[in-house]
């Protein structure tokens, strides 16, 4: 489903970010990225979604090689990829309500699709009575829950978090990654990037470990060495 | 429902919601639109002044007292078609001549006396001629009324006398426009900086969420529709607000000004450039506004 082959990234003039990587990831994984900061797994990630081009190699996400993909390509590549982040990337100037139908809204879904739908996810993760409330308005681990309500709404094949737990206590570290599992047993890939340690010997999941732009491990029932 | 009706929607939440960001846009759009309006009201008062001094300037061709009327008026005939640059050619017979000068100095006894004392007409026939103000063009029409064929018909030219005038209310005329098309320039490249500059603070504020719209797949004109849109609406409120000012303005200050310059009516000119004014103001309000809302986001999506 998405593989990387050779692919080196340098941002001018001379720093390598990754060298060489080569990985392939199937339909319904559940794949973690652990490095230190700064190892790369941030701009892996930005490569799959088409924000950077590597300097050489390619990256495929369903066949489509997206160092080659156009815009309206790329779109429809990313409506597939639903993405957490550690800053959740909130609309900030719409309320809960409208950053989850924002998606529906961006895939051309009816307003009725949109009015069941939304409220529904909301719902599920907990934010069914703040629907009216601003990002602002939220404490930071309802702000990741919008985030992830965010990111399942249009079911997408692929969710990408990257460092989702960073900025969260325990408890709703442990929430968001019981939620990452979930959305995996329904048959989704999920790549999750961390450098947290407990949750990933805690996943039991395969791992790719890189270190200064290089996989130095790639295992199943990995765990965190660094 | 609609994209377009999408973007129309989020575009009026948005304003509705950045209510300090929307009225101090509207507020520099209102204050940019005024700046040109009155340029262009400051152009129709100069033109009137041009146009004014211009009227005032003409040379005038004395023909010999036995030509005929109808010589005089062939001759008319032949100069208005030299050039497209003369703008009039009027004739005035000897009878005429006598009736305006009797009637300039009627207060004046000295003159009355002066022309009993001549007994007859001393007035010869003449043709006034006017031309756009370039004195080589009065100095050209001199020279053909002066030599060849009109020459035998004609007694004199004033173009000498009037030389003088001529060319210091030509270069007054010629400086007058030369100030108000560099003043034009400047204060409309200022105004689209100010514009620009403007609704890129608007824009600013939604930096992030420009990146993060094109995160999760949304077209370039789903994210830049409602910013295009706000600035349409940003500049149509500030084009209402302008047309009232204007027209309380023209309404105030149309009786005033034609104290100071008789014959020239602010509101007259208003009215009959109407179309030209609204054409400004909503090409400088929502078309400014659209554009530069469309290039400042242009700028975020290739980022």
Not at chain 1, 82 to 91: A, E, P, S, T, V
Not at chain 1, 194 to 220: A, F, Q, S, Y
Not at chain 2, 132 to 149: A, M, R, T, V
Request: with cysteine; glycine share 8%.
């Amino acid at each position: 489903m998405i593989k990387f082959v050779n692919v080196t990234k340098i941002y001018e003039p001379d720093t390598t970010v990754l060298e060489n990587i080569s990985f392939e990831i199937k339909q319904g994984e559940f794949v973690s990225f652990v490095g230190k900061s700064g190892a790369g797994k941030t701009t892996l990630l930005r490569l799959l979604l088409g924000m950077e081009k590597p300097t050489t190699g390619e990256v495929f996400f369903q066949n489509t090689n997206i160092k080659d993909a156009d815009d309206l390509t790329l779109q429809q590549i990313r409506r597939k990829i639903g993405g957490i982040y550690q800053d959740y990337k909130l609309l900030n100037t719409k309320t809960v309500y409208e950053n989850v139908a924002y998606i529906l809204a961006v895939e051309g879904k009816e307003n009725f699709e949109i009015d069941r739908e939304v409220p529904k996810v909301l719902e599920i993760i907990g934010l069914g009575d703040k629907m009216n409330n601003f990002p602002a308005e939220l404490s930071g681990g309802e702000q990741q829950r919008l985030a992830i309500a965010r990111a399942l709404v249009n079911h997408p094949e692929v969710i990408v978090a990257d460092e989702p737990t960073g900025n969260l206590d325990p408890y709703n570290t442990h929430e968001v990654i019981t939620l990452l599992e979930k959305i995996n047993k329904t048959g989704r890939t999920v790549i999750l990037s961390t450098h947290d340690r407990d949750v990933i010997n805690k996943l039991g999941k395969r791992v790719i470990t890189i270190e200064d732009g290089r996989i130095i491990r790639d295992e199943e029932n990995g765990k965190f060495i660094i | 429902m609609s994209n377009f009706s999408r973007v129309l929607n989020f575009a009026l939440t948005d304003f509705a919601r950045n209510k300090g960001v929307s009225i101090a846009t509207i507020f520099v759009l209102v204050v940019t639109i005024s700046l040109v309006s009155g340029l262009f009201f400051f152009r129709g008062f100069t033109n009137y002044l041009i146009f004014g001094l211009q009227d005032k300037m003409d040379i005038t061709a004395y023909f010999k007292d036995e030509v005929t009327e109808e010589e005089i008026l062939a001759v008319k005939d032949e100069i208005t078609g030299l050039s497209a640059d003369i703008k009039d050619v009027q004739y005035i017979s000897k009878e005429k001549a006598l009736e305006d000068f009797e009637e300039k100095h009627k207060d004046n006894d000295v003159y009355t006396k002066a022309l009993q004392e001549v007994g007859a007409n001393p007035f010869l026939p003449s043709l006034s001629i006017k031309t756009s103000g370039d004195p080589e063009q009065y100095e050209e029409i001199s020279n053909i009324l002066q030599s060849g064929q009109y020459s035998q018909l004609i007694d004199s030219v004033d173009f000498t006398q009037k030389k003088d005038t001529i060319e210091k209310v030509y270069e007054i005329t010629k400086n007058v426009n030369l100030f108000g098309y560099i003043l034009s320039a400047i204060l409309i490249i200022i105004a689209v900086l100010v514009v620009y500059n403007t609704t890129k603070l608007a824009v600013d504020t939604s930096k992030d969420e420009i990146g993060t719209m094109k995160l999760v797949g949304a077209s370039n004109w789903f994210i830049r529709g409602p910013f295009v849109v706000q600035g349409a609406i940003f500049g149509i409120i500030a084009f209402v607000i302008c047309i009232i000012l204007s027209t309380a303005t023209v309404y105030l200050l149309s009786p005033k000004l034609g104290l100071i310059m008789p014959g020239f009516s602010l509101a007259d000119y208003f009215i009959s450039n109407l179309w030209v004014v609204i054409l400004i103001q909503l090409g400088f309000g929502a078309g400014l506004g659209m554009l530069t809302s469309y290039f400042v986001v242009k700028k975020y999506l290739k980022n």
